[in-house]
């Protein structure tokens, strides 16, 4: 079945240090990838998408993410986590990707990031 | 306007009343689409509108749902005899056709709340 995994439920780190979360994703062909984070009480903002092109992303506040096309992953980076990133991420892919076919993203089931001070 | 704008906030219902939920994209935007987010889980869609196009309603739950978007304007999604499984944060997201080039913009919700 298609879907997205984020095995990461809750991830704790301190402020300054290095962040990966993780994300995979089973599709027969490369979707559409995007990561977005959800700050409490607020919409989600995208922070990378991935269509084609240069696997390594860069994106808003500092984050990357990488494509691994042999591991249909899809994981988000940040060199150094400043509290404010303390919030919930969410991996998302869109399976149509390319044509005039829509976008119905599906999500994966989020991660929460806390960070001490 | 400059975002996808969702209205009411907040709603609390009592259980078998119904409840209207607004999403008012942002203009020009083609694509809208409706997804559930119940408490400590992921987004689940469930509507899609495309211009004039036929909806895809393949992930409304119940008959109890319904949505409806006039042109490329508004959407309204209406929950009828609310149950308390449908206490969730409803969010409604706007994109431009070529969403590759331009992604997907949310609003910030509608907590709905069912007691």
């Known amino acids: 079945a298609q879907s997205v995994t984020q095995p990461d439920i809750h991830i704790t780190v301190s402020e300054g240090a290095s962040l990966e979360l993780r994300c995979n994703y089973s599709y027969g062909a490369t979707p559409y990838l995007f990561w977005y984070v959800q700050s409490p009480g607020q919409g989600l903002q995208l922070l990378l998408k991935?269509?084609?092109?240069?696997?390594l992303v860069q994106g808003i506040k500092g984050f990357e993410a990488e494509f691994k096309r042999s591991q249909s992953s899809f994981n988000l980076r940040k060199p150094s986590v400043h509290w404010s990133d303390a919030a919930e991420y969410f991996c998302?892919?869109?399976?149509?990707?390319?044509?005039?076919?829509?976008?119905?993203?599906?999500f994966g089931q989020g991660t929460i990031l806390t960070v001490h001070p | 306007g400059a975002g996808v704008s969702q209205s009411p906030s907040n709603k609390v219902t009592e259980k078998g009343k119904d409840v209207e939920l607004r999403c008012d994209p942002i203009?020009?935007?083609?694509?809208l689409y409706w997804y559930r987010q119940r408490l400590g889980q992921g987004l689940e869609f469930l509507i899609y509108f495309q211009g004039n196009s036929a909806p895809d309603k393949s992930g409304l739950p119940s008959d109890r749902f319904s949505a409806e978007r006039t042109g490329e304007s508004v959407s309204t999604l209406t929950i009828q005899r609310t149950q308390q499984e449908d206490s969730a944060v409803y969010l409604c997201?706007?994109?431009?056709?070529?969403?590759?080039?331009?992604?997907?913009?949310f609003g910030s919700g509608t907590r709905l709340t069912v007691v």
């Open positions: 203009s020009g935007h083609t694509a």
């Open positions: 998302a892919v869109d399976p149509f990707a390319g044509g005039t076919s829509y976008g119905k993203l599906t």
């Open positions: 997201a706007s994109s431009l056709s070529d969403r590759a080039l331009h992604g997907y913009t």
């Open positions: 991935y269509f084609s092109g240069d696997t």
